[in-house]
């Protein structure tokens, strides 16, 4: 099957509030729609409480099963955002870009991240369901300003390491029942988490912006957890990075706002004129967070969709 096209993206080096931006010409694919609302039942199809179903799986790694509906299950892309800050060229010539952008994707379910949830995974599983583990929590966070062309690099991170003496309750077996379903149903192990990059070389003109953006591709899966007593919950949703189709990367160039580079917009895309004389007032290049520094509405004058490769 040959890659699509996605029109949206999901941020890597994510900002605050992601900027939506504009969708390449000819991407149409669409988002998964709405998600369904998981409904749990007794064994006569009685309503009955999703986390009774739940305890129930716990109790041992045979106590349920998952069956996936391949009707509802579908491949789709995110809508495009923003990753990162925006690069503009204040100078009154043109400025070379070389810059590698990554995007990270992860899996979300619908019933409280019984199956996406990484601490079913981690640890060991006694046979009521807890797992033990410690629950020790690092968080690191770092910033740092290479080379101005190459942009600025920031990671953030939470996780939770192994040691003894604490608990959590956790469904392994919920998440152990969607992966033997997915792989019996798609005959590919399920990816919880998928990073993708891509390297772009480009000319920003005087007074111009480059602003990337990604759209993930994903794939839904949707199904019904079967409990040994008969009990069930139908109607849940597991997003998850897609195993067919590729995100892609959108580079989009812009005209810099009125106000942001100090001085006047050349003529034309590379004529120099005289900088001032006052080096407080020269301004070079800058970057700038896409939210600041793109107005709405704004139109790009340069769109290049970009391939992405696994990292």
């Known amino acids: 099957m040959s890659p699509r096209r996605p029109r949206a993206l999901l941020p890597a080096l994510a900002l605050a509030a992601p900027l939506m931006l504009l969708a390449p010409p000819a991407a149409a694919e669409e988002g998964p729609g709405e998600t369904p609302v998981p409904r749990a039942l007794t064994a006569d199809g009685r309503p009955a409480e999703v986390d009774d179903v739940l305890k129930h799986c716990r109790t041992s790694r045979s106590a349920c099963t998952f069956r996936i509906d391949p009707k509802l299950s579908r491949e789709y892309v995110t809508t495009v955002r923003s990753l990162g800050n925006a690069v503009i060229n204040c100078t009154q010539s043109d400025m070379a870009v070389e810059r590698t952008v990554t995007l990270k994707t992860g899996t979300t379910d619908n019933i409280g991240g019984e199956i996406s949830g990484t601490i079913t995974a981690e640890g060991t599983v006694a046979a009521s369901g807890q797992v033990t583990a410690n629950l020790a929590n690092e968080t690191s966070m770092e910033h740092k300003t290479p080379q101005l062309d190459k942009g600025p690099t ?137 939210t600041r520094a793109l107005p709405p509405g704004a139109e790009p004058k340069h769109i290049a969709v970009l391939p992405a490769a696994a990292s």
């Open 154 to 290: 920031s990671s953030n991170g939470n996780k939770t390491t192994v040691s003894g003496g604490a608990t959590a309750s956790g469904s392994l077996t919920a998440r152990l029942a969607f992966e033997a379903a997915f792989k019996a149903t798609y005959s590919k192990s399920w990816t919880v988490e998928h990073t993708e990059e891509t390297a772009y070389k480009s000319t920003v003109h005087a007074h111009d912006m480059l602003v990337f953006g990604a759209n993930a591709a994903m794939r839904r899966v949707v199904g019904s957890l079967f409990a040994t007593t008969g009990q069930r919950i139908v109607g849940i949703a597991v997003d998850s990075p897609s195993m067919v189709t590729s995100s892609s990367f959108i580079a989009q160039t812009y005209a810099a706002p009125a106000g942001v580079c100090g001085g006047t917009r050349p003529q034309g895309n590379t004529a120099p004129t005289p900088a001032p004389d006052d080096d407080s007032k020269r301004v070079s290049a800058a970057e700038v967070p896409a």
